[in-house]
């Protein structure tokens, strides 16, 4: 599918600085454990401080800075090796720029920081996921898993191995998921994976056929503003090589969204593609191209976007890297008209549980009869981890 508009990059003048060393310092996780209890338990904690400067031009809001610090904590138990419970929460003070942002589709910085952590899904607080998986042999090449639970569809449907980590990878939530129809999370839901690990039709590769259905809300999205509940169901067929995965995605929500006169709700279909291939051992590219039907309200109804991954072999530490990347998304029926992404980082493996990323993104909304907001955010991340 062709792209409507000619992209148009602005950049504005570089007139901020970053945040002063010190304060970034004060962000860095002291004191994080991990435990494997037994040969069935583990308990894992990591710890993520973010420090964002944003440049804004083209809106009133001032050049700001914002910092979040997130730990996320998980349990898992596996008595059997086809028997699996898992449970995750997380607490975070501060939401970074995701409040005072100017962009109106796209956050700098993706992960669930401290509002979004309270009142999930208008049920609760602070518990992501709780979920039981058991899986099934059904050949020896051949298994199915069932999961289900309160679940993160997210971890099931729109996988990349170079842009689905904003702790480990890019920050911008447009390269962690695809941000057209972004998987919904932390509700109750049921998973099936189907796995084949045998060379039929490709030789050296494996397939997987995963689907899921979630009940989840839609926050204030209905009609006069309320919530409205809705039934969401994803597939995604995926080919695996051993240096590259392929995906094909389809997701659809029930109608309860509004559309764009707000007078009544009709429901999403989207179609999408996603890929990430190692070319060498130190460089990898990834791509997403996806399609949403505009019957809702929707910003846009197509992306694309890609980038690579260079690994620290480069300069002879393996487990550093570089991540570049560029989206555009386009369409849609709302005041924007077209959103321009790029990304670039850096991060540094400190020791074997603590890496630092220095990262900057550009971004550049356009809307019909609003504010154009465009600017650079500037940012350094400190994750602990196990």
Same mark, same amino acid.
């Given at each position: 599918m062709s792209i409507s508009n000619t992209a148009v990059v602005r950049f504005p003048d570089i007139g901020t600085r970053m945040l002063p060393f010190a304060f970034l310092a004060a962000m860095l996780p002291f004191s994080v454990q991990a435990y494997d209890v037994s040969d069935d338990w583990f308990i894992g904690v990591t710890t993520t401080g973010v420090v964002q400067q944003g440049e804004f031009s083209g809106t009133d809001i001032d050049d700001t800075g914002r910092a979040t610090l997130v730990t996320d904590i998980g349990i #898992?138990?596996?008595?059997?090796?086809?028997?699996?419970? @898992?449970?995750? $929460?997380?607490? $975070?003070? =501060? @939401?970074s720029l995701s409040k005072v942002s100017p962009y109106a589709t796209h956050t700098p910085y993706a992960d669930d920081l401290a509002d979004a952590l309270e009142d999930i899904n208008g049920r609760r607080?602070?518990?992501?996921?709780? /979920?039981?998986?058991?899986?099934?042999?059904?050949? &020896?090449? +051949?298994?199915? $898993?069932?999961?289900?639970? %309160? +679940? @993160?569809?997210?971890?099931? %449907? *729109?996988? #990349?191995?170079?842009?689905?980590? &904003? !702790?480990s990878q890019f920050m911008n939530d447009a390269f962690v998921n695809d941000t057209l129809m972004t998987p919904p999370s932390y509700d109750t839901g049921v998973v099936a994976e189907l796995? %084949?690990? *045998? #060379?039929?039709? !490709?030789?050296?590769?494996?397939?997987?056929? /995963?689907? !899921?259905w979630m009940n989840t809300k839609n926050v204030g999205g209905g009609l006069d503003g309320g919530d409205e509940t809705y039934n969401y169901y994803a597939a995604q067929l995926g080919l695996h090589t051993q240096t590259g995965n392929y995906r094909l995605l389809a997701q659809y929500a029930t109608d309860e969204f509004l559309d764009p006169e707000e007078e009544k709700t009709e429901d999403i279909m989207y179609f999408g593609f996603s890929a990430d291939q190692e070319i060498t051992d130190i460089i990898g590219v990834f791509a997403r191209v996806s399609w949403q039907d505009n019957d809702a309200a929707i910003p846009h109804d197509t992306l694309y976007s890609g980038g690579f991954n260079i690994n620290g072999g480069l300069w002879g530490r393996a487990d550093d890297e570089i991540g570049i990347a560029? $989206?555009?998304?386009? =369409? =849609?029926?709302? &005041? +924007? *008209?077209?959103?321009? %992404?790029?990304?670039?980082? !850096?991060?540094?493996?400190?020791?074997?549980?603590?890496?630092?990323?220095?990262?900057?993104q550009y971004m550049d909304e356009e809307a019909t009869d609003a504010d154009e907001p465009y600017g650079f955010i500037y940012g350094i991340r400190a994750s602990v981890y196990f």
């Open positions: #898992n138990y596996q008595p059997t090796d086809r028997d699996e419970f @898992d449970l995750m $929460a997380s607490f $975070a003070f =501060g @939401d607080d602070y518990l992501l996921t709780a /979920w039981y998986r058991r899986t099934f042999a059904l050949g &020896e090449d +051949i298994s199915l $898993a069932l999961t289900g639970g %309160i +679940i @993160d569809s997210t971890g099931y %449907i *729109d996988d #990349n191995a170079f842009a689905n980590d &904003e !702790v796995d %084949i690990a *045998d #060379n039929w039709l !490709v030789e050296n590769a494996s397939w997987s056929l /995963w689907s !899921v560029y $989206a555009h998304l386009d =369409g =849609g029926n709302t &005041e +924007i *008209d077209q959103t321009d %992404i790029m990304e670039g980082y !850096v991060k540094f493996q400190l020791t074997k549980y603590t890496d630092l990323t220095l990262d900057i």
